[in-house]
């Protein structure tokens, strides 16, 4: 079983920053794909930024120039750095991580509990 755990949301002012953490564990655990996602009051979840095993990072307009996403393979951790908040970025978090566990590379597509991101103006 993959686990998912988030920390790092909380209240900051417009122009402030935050940095999200999301570590997954699971045994024989193999992480492909991480990414963060979010979801505000009434709307969609989105996917906020993405990144692969190799480093190749992926974000929505929204947080291009503003957001940065960065993992730790070797503690299969992944980061979002977020510059410049704004208090439409407040949402939920979710962090997602998709790969394979155990010997014979199952396949996995996990989500962690979220995390809140407010942004007061």
């Known amino acids: 079983q993959v686990q998912l755990v988030e920390s790092g949301g909380g209240l900051v002012q417009a122009g402030g920053s935050l940095r999200l953490s999301c570590a997954a564990s699971?045994?024989?655990?193999?992480?492909?794909?991480m990414g963060w996602y979010r979801q505000a009051p009434g709307k969609q979840r989105e996917l906020v930024a993405s990144?692969?095993?190799?480093?190749?990072?992926n974000y929505a307009d929204s947080a291009k120039g503003r957001f940065i996403i960065s993992r730790d393979n070797a503690v299969n951790t992944v980061y979002l750095q977020m510059n410049s908040l704004k208090p439409e970025d407040t949402a939920v978090y979710y962090c997602?991580?998709?790969?394979?566990?155990?010997?014979?590379?199952?396949?996995?597509?996990?989500w962690g509990q979220g995390t809140q991101v407010t942004v007061s103006s």
């Open positions: 997602n991580a998709e790969g394979s566990t155990g010997t014979f590379y199952s396949s996995y597509k996990a």
């Open positions: 699971g045994s024989g655990l193999r992480v492909k794909n």
């Open positions: 990144i692969s095993s190799d480093g190749s990072a």
